[in-house]
């Protein structure tokens, strides 16, 4: 994840910030670099950039001072200013990894996997036992799809950081994304455990436990999600649907009409807010949302039409055994 993704980039650049670079005389490179540092530490970015930039100005080749820029441009969003910085830096010195590693960063934030990969892999190589710098190359394969590559680079890095939730939800997300639930599940709980508290965690630990049939347990975990974002759509959407196939029409009708708030156009929502009134025989309210979906694309009308058929035609079975 993104915000995840950006506290690494910034904690990497951070530590180049520690070692103050002697000041040449008459100049105050030393002052603007302690400023510069501080900043950064207490995410004040634009006054970490205004420092960076001093020191630039006054010494162009300043290996740290452009680093940190780099990373503050990239915390600000400007992807632009901080490549720039960061590829003169890497010129300067091709052996940072601190450097490889924000740049792998940027490139992942600006979904460019191919390069992202090639910058994290670089700063392995220089630095191979940093859990960091393989937690992001682990992501960025698992993003890229290459799951057989990055379940051993995560792996490695919860040896070197085993009580780090970042590297844990990684693995979990990297287990989901091939299906093998038990294993994501077991990562994400491990993640909970180690001090993980996003949204994020919570909203694909209950996706897991869904699919896992521990329905109980996921609408905990969605209800959690919406105790921290209430307008969160998948976990409004994910609630909507356990409650419709748990039979549970009221509380289904309120779940899908709060995501018809958020997002009037979420035909998903509209879908199941029309099943859920249908099912619970509100039948006006059904017909006003299948004649809006029909308006829309006939297609959603026939989506929601198909989910009350079978819900009949499983009672009606039902019914018909139970003679």
Same mark, same amino acid.
């Given at each position: 994840?993104?915000?995840?993704?950006?506290?690494?980039?910034?904690?990497?650049?951070?530590?180049?910030?520690?070692?103050?670079?002697?000041?040449?005389?008459?100049?105050?490179?030393?002052?603007?670099?302690?400023?510069?540092?501080?900043?950064?530490?207490?995410?004040?970015?634009?006054?970490?950039?205004?420092?960076?930039?001093?020191?630039?100005?006054?010494?162009?080749?300043?290996?740290?001072?452009?680093?940190?820029?780099?990373?503050?441009?990239?915390?600000?969003?400007?992807?632009?200013?901080?490549?720039?910085?960061?590829?003169?830096?890497?010129?300067?010195?091709?052996?940072?990894?601190?450097?490889?590693?924000?740049?792998?960063?940027?490139?992942?934030?600006?979904?460019?996997?191919?390069?992202?990969?090639?910058?994290?892999?670089?700063?392995?190589?220089?630095?191979?036992?940093?859990?960091?710098?393989?937690?992001?190359?682990?992501?960025?394969?698992?993003?890229?799809? +290459?799951?057989?590559?990055?379940?051993?680079?995560?792996?490695?890095?919860?040896?070197?950081?085993?009580?780090?939730?970042?590297?844990?939800?990684?693995?979990?997300?990297?287990?989901?994304?091939?299906?093998?639930?038990?294993?994501?599940?077991?990562?994400?709980?491990?993640?909970?455990?180690?001090?993980?508290?996003?949204?994020?965690?919570?909203?694909?630990?209950?996706?897991?436990?869904?699919?896992?049939?521990? +329905?109980?347990?996921?609408?905990?975990?969605?209800?959690?999600?919406?105790?921290?974002?209430?307008?969160?759509?998948?976990?409004? +959407?994910?609630?909507?649907?356990?409650?419709?196939?748990?039979?549970?029409?009221?509380?289904?009708?309120?779940?899908?009409?709060?995501?018809?708030?958020?997002?009037?156009?979420?035909?998903?929502?509209?879908?199941?807010?029309?099943?859920?009134?249908?099912?619970?025989?509100?039948?006006?309210?059904?017909?006003?949302?299948?004649?809006?979906?029909?308006?829309?694309?006939?297609?959603?009308?026939?989506?929601?039409?198909?989910?009350?058929?079978?819900?009949?035609?499983?009672?009606?079975?039902?019914?018909?055994?139970?003679?």
């Amino acid at each position: 994840m993104k915000t995840m993704r950006l506290t690494l980039l910034i904690l990497g650049a951070a530590l180049l910030a520690s070692a103050v670079v002697a000041a040449p005389p008459g100049d105050s490179l030393k002052l603007y670099l302690e400023i510069g540092g501080k900043a950064m530490q207490n995410q004040k970015y634009s006054r970490a950039i205004e420092a960076y930039s001093r020191v630039v100005e006054l010494s162009p080749g300043n290996l740290e001072a452009l680093s940190n820029l780099g990373a503050a441009y990239a915390a600000t969003g400007n992807p632009t200013k901080a490549k720039s910085c960061l590829e003169e830096a890497i010129k300067l010195d091709p052996n940072s990894a601190e450097v490889a590693n924000n740049l792998g960063a940027v490139y992942s934030e600006e979904r460019n996997g191919a390069k992202a990969i090639e910058y994290f892999e670089r700063a392995v190589r220089l630095v191979p036992k940093n859990p960091s710098y393989l937690t992001n190359l682990g992501q960025e394969y698992s993003r890229a799809g +290459q799951i057989s590559k990055a379940l051993p680079v995560l792996r490695s890095a919860l040896e070197l950081a085993p009580k780090s939730p970042i590297v844990a939800f990684s693995l979990g997300t990297a287990f989901a994304s091939s299906a093998t639930l038990d294993s994501a599940e077991y990562y994400f709980e491990q993640s909970l455990q180690a001090g993980g508290s996003s949204p994020d965690l919570h909203y694909f630990l209950a996706t897991v436990k869904g699919r896992l049939g521990k +329905q109980d347990v996921a609408i905990k975990h969605y209800k959690t999600v919406l105790e921290m974002q209430p307008a969160h759509l998948g976990a409004l +959407q994910s609630l909507g649907l356990i409650y419709l196939d748990q039979k549970r029409y009221a509380e289904a009708i309120e779940e899908f009409g709060r995501v018809t708030e958020v997002d009037s156009t979420y035909w998903a929502g509209w879908i199941g807010l029309g099943a859920a009134y249908s099912l619970a025989d509100m039948l006006p309210q059904a017909d006003t949302v299948l004649q809006r979906l029909f308006a829309v694309d006939s297609a959603m009308g026939f989506q929601m039409l198909d989910i009350v058929g079978k819900e009949y035609s499983r009672r009606k079975e039902a019914r018909e055994s139970g003679k």
